[in-house]
């Protein structure tokens, strides 16, 4: 839309004008047509419904009415009314027409200011981060400013064609406002008509959006008129009215497309904002972050602006157990705070008198791997709200005791993931921390207290009290439900004899909650993964035999249990192109395929805990292609980087909300049920649709009947029991540990007598994921590809090692003045790991050397990767014929391009395929019997 910032000041023309040059005018949605109607008073008059053109506002001038299936809107840009937030710019409404054939209001949030309507369309439409409120009109109506000079030429003149004189290609993309009078853009931009604060406070922008949008709805009514007096700019996140947040936040929601709560949100937010403790356990993806987010953001909000000269009170503080969790969630709070309204008590960053105002809200940050000391200064500095691992957050504490202070006057203490919290060692480090927030005196240190630390503190103990009104808030998606319990109940109950209290019982025993009984929420979905997760699995094991002894006889063809894992987790890349999370069980694991896939040209990053923090950020952003990883829009992430894969450990299993990940696969299986929910929660979040893969090594079996049974995943309860039909004869004991949930004791006696093995039960009670089909004709090439590059890869570990070698020979020679013999650094193979021999080292046989080695080997994986790679009875040469013509699909972009003969289906829909084909199978011989 052209002129937005023109557009501002014809409408102040229009205001101004007293009405009759106003340049609003409301415009028939087909401009031929309305060009075509005689231009005369009476006849707009005399057919008000019908009128496509709508005379100029005039205070003399009758009103007309507003026929709604006359009217179009069009991305308009907010901040462009009068006494709309500058803030607003860029928003705007665009119809669109959903399945039930209704109209919806799509509000698009801009990034930057929208120009020109041609930009302002293609923004929209690409646009993810949309809002969609439903609005039951039929048609399309269009808002456009008119007004300024061009207006004035058509004073007195009552044609709508004549009042406004744009020049066509303006015309084109403008709307026409002149149907309201006066009387109606005073109601528009008269601010006491627009709700205050505690609904929709200060939101005028989308206000005037919202009184565009009951004015269609009224209008279809029949009232002819549209509604300006007293809109409620709440409709336009009808599904957020209940919650009672600031209204800046409100406005942030929009622009981020968050047009309703989740569900975890639509519990918590009540509780949360009225000052409870709350407990949230609700599935991966879920917007646990907001749910703690906005309480802490709206009380801010809701204080008194911060003084520049004044450090200011920490008031929330986030624990996260990872660095990457811990900066996302700097990144969503900034996200939500980029929204704020600037007002006259707010401070929002402009320049003031030459200095920088401080931020409204100030977030800080404080992490281990990355510089203490540029955390110190921020601490230091003070900010309002402080994420943090634990470990350095101690760190800071033990040398700072305003921050210790500051930590005792909390009024929001979050633990993001407190489940995770507890392991890896965060956990003496948080037990501290929460110590200093508890309120009991008995708790504070005494004179006897053997922690140095605390003695240290003693005077701060002292000093300082714990806030009354402190708000504790616990989140994960894995919480178990008998630690819920004890949450709710405040007390613990003591553990069973013989059974130690876990940790996170101990924890809990120490977060000193404030509310007698807090508010508890577990939406935890069954089975542990979210509903349109799709889960399948890979055996991995050499299932072609026929192929393999064939290829076996050349020895190299041999592949062993290791590489078969690397091979399906290779034709999966192929096959499935796209974002793939692969979790990895150690770090050496993430060592020895990473190389390997760069060899095999499958852009990798790795991902875990011994690499550099910034590496580790820089691999995420690879992941995102930005320098923002985790801010910029899912829609401009999946279009610049659809195919990466990222390599992690568990590091990267918890809170990190990579957007669009398509598939995780657990190259090893994660050793608990909690693990597995997490890693696989990295798919499918915010209701998109995701996969998880299992590769599954043949030791591994037992362990994934294990986990899924953990999971709760049985397909067997005591009902389908039956009668005996396994009959292994062994112990009956390990019955008693592997029950599914549901069965009783009776139940017990019952399988005792059927005599059968764990493991043996365990395959018939557990369920079994569905196999994700694989092209065996693909195999042998993979094959071939994988051995080169695993050969490639040890040949340049022995360069590397041989370089090495040399040049610690050359510098100890160098450092002790020997002339080294030029022959020991020729060709020389020198493994120091070889047992000295008297005849001196081995020279290489054949001349050439490892590094000629890695050149052949090269440029042998060059020409595998080259060759095309088909499926059984493609033939390359001749894509026409053969028995599997490729030709069709490839030509309509259904045919795999890498693997041909292979579909474009994604990995889910192939299961399902390859399900219905098994089923058809089993189901003929009983067909036949019948
Ligand atoms: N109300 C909402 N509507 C739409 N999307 C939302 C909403 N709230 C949050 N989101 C989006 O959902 C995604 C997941 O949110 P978040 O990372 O907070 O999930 P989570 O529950 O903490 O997940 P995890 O358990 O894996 O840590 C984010 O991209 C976030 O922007």
Not at 367 to 390: F, M
Not at 588 to 612: K, T
């Amino acid at each position: 839309m052209p002129g937005l910032d023109s557009s501002s000041s014809r409408l102040a023309t229009a205001k101004s004008s007293n009405g009759s040059r106003s340049g609003l005018k409301l415009k028939s949605k087909s401009k031929s047509k309305s060009k075509s109607k005689p231009k005369s008073k009476s006849k707009a008059k005399s057919s008000p419904s019908t009128t496509d053109t709508i005379s100029p506002p005039s205070a003399k001038r009758q009103r007309q009415r507003l026929a709604a299936d006359s009217l179009r809107w069009k991305a308009l840009n907010a901040g462009s009314f009068a006494g709309v937030d500058a803030e607003l710019e860029g928003v705007g409404v665009e119809w669109e027409e959903d399945d039930k054939g209704r109209k919806v209001a799509r509000f698009v949030a801009a990034e930057g200011k929208t120009k020109g309507k041609g930009k302002a369309k293609e923004k929209t439409d690409d646009e993810d981060a949309t809002g969609q409120i439903n609005a039951d009109v039929d048609e399309e109506v269009e808002f456009e400013v008119a007004g300024g000079s061009d207006a004035s030429e058509d004073e007195g003149d009552d044609s709508a064609e004549e009042a406004v004189q744009w020049p066509e290609e303006e015309d084109a993309g403008l709307p026409s406002f002149s149907a309201l009078d006066a009387e109606e853009l005073d109601e528009v931009d008269d601010e006491e008509n627009v709700e205050q604060e505690d609904t929709f406070d200060g939101a005028y922008g989308y206000g005037c959006l919202a009184i565009a949008v009951s004015g269609v709805w009224l209008d279809r009514g029949g009232t002819g008129r549209i509604r300006g007096a007293n809109p409620r700019p709440d409709s336009l996140l009808p599904e957020w009215k209940a919650i009672s947040l600031h209204s800046s936040l409100k406005r942030s929601l929009l622009a981020s497309g968050f047009v309703k709560p989740t569900n975890i949100q639509a519990r918590s937010l009540p509780a949360g904002l009225a000052g409870r403790d709350v407990v949230g356990v609700a599935e991966t993806g879920s917007g646990k972050t907001l749910a703690y987010s906005l309480p802490i953001l709206s009380h801010l909000l809701r204080s008194p602006a911060p003084k520049a000269s004044v450090r200011r009170p920490l008031s929330a503080l986030v624990l996260c157990p990872t660095r990457e969790l811990a900066l996302q969630v700097v990144e969503h709070l900034q996200r939500l705070l980029k929204h704020i309204a600037p007002d006259s008590d707010s401070d929002s960053g402009e320049a003031l008198g030459g200095k920088k105002r401080p931020p409204r809200v100030s977030i800080g940050s404080v992490v281990g791997g990355l510089s203490a000391q540029k955390q110190k200064r921020i601490v230091e500095r003070g900010c309002d709200v402080l994420v943090a691992t634990p470990g350095r957050l101690w760190d800071l504490i033990k040398s700072d005791d305003e921050l210790a202070a500051g930590i005792r006057g909390l009024r929001f203490l979050i633990i993001d993931e407190a489940d995770r919290m507890i392991e890896n060692g965060h956990f003496a480090e948080l037990e501290s921390i929460v110590r200093l927030t508890q309120r009991d005196d008995s708790q504070a240190p005494g004179p006897d207290d053997d922690d140095p630390v605390f003695a240290a503190m003693s005077t701060i103990f002292s000093e300082t009290t714990p806030r009354e009104d402190m708000q504790t808030f616990v989140f994960s998606a894995t919480l178990s439900k008998d630690l819920q319990q004890n949450l709710k109940r405040r007390t613990r109950r003591p553990p069973k004899k013989g059974k130690r209290a876990s940790a996170l019982e101990d924890l809990v025993e120490k977060l000193d909650f404030r509310d007698e009984n807090p508010e508890v929420i577990d939406l935890s979905p069954e089975g542990g993964v979210v509903k349109h997760l799709k889960e399948s699995m890979v055996e991995c094991v050499i299932a072609d035999k026929a192929s393999a002894t064939a290829h076996c006889r050349h020895t190299y063809m041999l592949i062993l249990p290791p590489l078969i894992q690397d091979l399906y987790l290779y034709y999966f890349l192929l096959r499935y192109p796209g974002r793939s999370l692969v979790f990895i069980g150690s770090i050496d694991g993430i060592r020895r395929l990473v190389p390997l896939f760069e060899v095999l040209q499958v852009p990798v990053y790795p991902l875990h805990s011994q690499l550099q923090q910034k590496q580790r950020l820089k691999n995420l952003d690879r992941q995102n292609e930005s320098p923002f990883p985790l801010i910029i829009s899912s829609r401009v992430l999946f279009k610049a980087s659809k195919h990466a894969v990222l390599i992690a450990t568990d590091v990267a299993a918890r809170g990190l909300d990579i957007p669009h990940v398509d598939h995780v696969i657990h190259f090893n299986l994660p050793r608990t049920a909690d693990a597995y929910i997490h890693r696989s929660g990295r798919t499918a979040r915010a209701q998109n649709p995701g996969f998880a893969l299992q590769l599954c090594a043949p030791e591994e079996r037992g362990m994934q009947r294990a986990l899924m049974k953990s999971l709760g995943r049985s397909k067997c309860t005591p009902a389908h029991l039956g009668p005996p039909r396994l009959t292994t004869p062994t112990s009956p004991c390990p019955l008693l540990s592997i029950l599914p949930s549901g069965f009783c004791k009776s139940d017990l006696g019952r399988l005792r007598s059927m005599r059968i093995s764990g493991s043996e039960l365990m395959r018939n009670l557990a369920e079994e994921l569905p196999d994700l089909p694989i092209d065996a004709g693909f195999m042998p090439k993979l094959k071939e590809r994988i051995r080169l590059a695993k050969a490639i890869e040890k040949a340049q570990h022995e360069v590397k090692k041989e370089n090495h070698d040399k040049n610690w020979l050359k510098e100890t020679a160098e450092a002790m003045d020997l002339d080294l013999d030029p022959d020991m650094l020729s060709d020389l193979e020198y493994d120091p790991d070889e047992p000295v021999s008297r005849k001196g080292p081995k020279r290489k046989q054949g001349g050439g050397g490892p590094s000629a080695n890695v050149a052949n080997l090269k440029a042998e994986l060059r020409e595998r990767l080259a060759e095309p790679l088909m499926a059984r009875g493609v033939s390359a040469r001749y894509p026409t014929s053969g028995s599997k013509v490729i030709i069709d699909d490839l030509l309509a972009e259904k045919g795999h391009t890498t693997l041909l003969g292979a579909g474009t289906a994604k990995a889910w829909d192939e299961v399902q395929s390859g399900r219905k084909k098994l089923g058809n199978k089993r189901k003929r011989p009983q067909q036949q019997q019948h």
